[in-house]
């Protein structure tokens, strides 16, 4: 059953009255994320044409990894012909790998990153078949465990430096569901040096799935996170933001360097999921704003 405040996060990133389009194949949401289109759920795009980044320079492709038997399909994108490369996680939305998180994958890879961006809920489902929003949430996201996510994503780090990637500078970034993936991977995994989460909410019911939440899990953070948020979100209150901000103080003044090192950004005019190019959330200040600020982030803390 979706958690009652889940779904109110999640209910943020449509406007009201609005439901997404039917979905396509497998095949042709493997294809968005190889910029041909947008998977269905990504909908309602905007009138404009979202930002399309260039592939010249770099390789890009699907590839898959296996973890625990189960081949995970992903989107990756490099400099072309180059090696020991800062790997990015790119952490998807509610609506899976479409053709926005592959083009910030490509946004990445033209900084200098081999970025992947995996699949994390393609053992449950595919985002692309569904045409509401509550049916893909009680039917696919509600029942991805968190402990499968990040398996998978040790998987990502295992394949990136396994084809070019230095696994001694692995950074992670996520949107909405991934956002909060971002705060959950920084706190329980070894492998990153620091993570930016645009607007992941922090709290939730506990449940057999989602057992902890990064509220419950800031003493425990191993990397540097900067946040981005909208003061105009309707799904994850500045409380909450709040909430994190003195959870994580209070660990670093118990001696939690990641901790004290995290910093937050509020955008106050910024609706939920500012940074998405092809919905009417887009706020083009701050996602470029945000953008600039990751990407000095991961530098700062030695990623890039």
């Not at 269905?40 to 320079?57: C, E, F, L, R, V």
């Not at 402990?147 to 780090?157: E, I, K, N």
Request: hydrophobic share 40%; with cysteine; proline share 5%.
């Amino acid at each position: 059953m979706l958690e009652h405040d889940q779904k109110k996060d999640f209910d943020a990133l449509l406007p009201a009255g609005q439901s997404t389009e039917a979905g396509a194949s497998r095949r042709t949401a493997l294809k968005t994320a190889l910029g041909v289109g947008y998977a269905a759920t990504a909908m309602p795009i905007m009138a404009q044409t979202a930002i399309k980044t260039s592939s010249d320079g770099l390789k890009t492709g699907e590839t898959t990894y296996e973890v625990n038997g189960f081949k995970v399909p992903a989107f990756f994108a490099a400099p072309a012909g180059k090696t020991n490369l800062p790997v990015m996680l790119v952490i998807q939305e509610i609506f899976g790998v479409h053709e926005y998180i592959a083009d910030t994958a490509r946004r990445f890879a033209k900084a200098g990153y081999l970025a992947i961006a995996p699949e994390l809920y393609a053992r449950q489902g595919d985002p692309s078949k569904y045409n509401e929003m509550a049916k893909l949430m009680a039917e696919v996201v509600s029942k991805v465990p968190d402990a499968q996510v990040m398996a998978d994503l040790d998987g990502a780090v295992k394949w990136a430096t396994a084809n070019g990637g230095n696994a001694k500078k692995v950074g992670i970034t996520g949107f909405c569901w991934g956002g909060r993936i971002t705060w959950l991977y920084a706190e329980q995994s070894k492998n990153v040096k620091a993570g930016v989460a645009w607007y992941g909410r922090f709290v939730g019911q506990p449940s057999a799935l989602t057992p902890k939440h990064p509220l419950d899990l800031a003493a425990d953070l191993k990397a540097p996170v900067l946040g981005l948020y909208g003061g105009q979100d309707g799904g994850i209150p500045l409380t909450t933001v709040n909430q994190m901000k003195d959870a994580l103080a209070e660990a670093g003044a118990k001696g939690n360097k990641a901790a004290a090192a995290s910093e937050f950004v509020v955008y106050p005019q910024a609706p939920h999921a500012f940074h998405a190019d092809y919905r009417p959330s887009y706020r083009k200040d701050a996602a470029e704003d945000g953008f600039k600020r990751a990407l000095e982030w991961f530098k700062t803390h030695g990623v890039a």
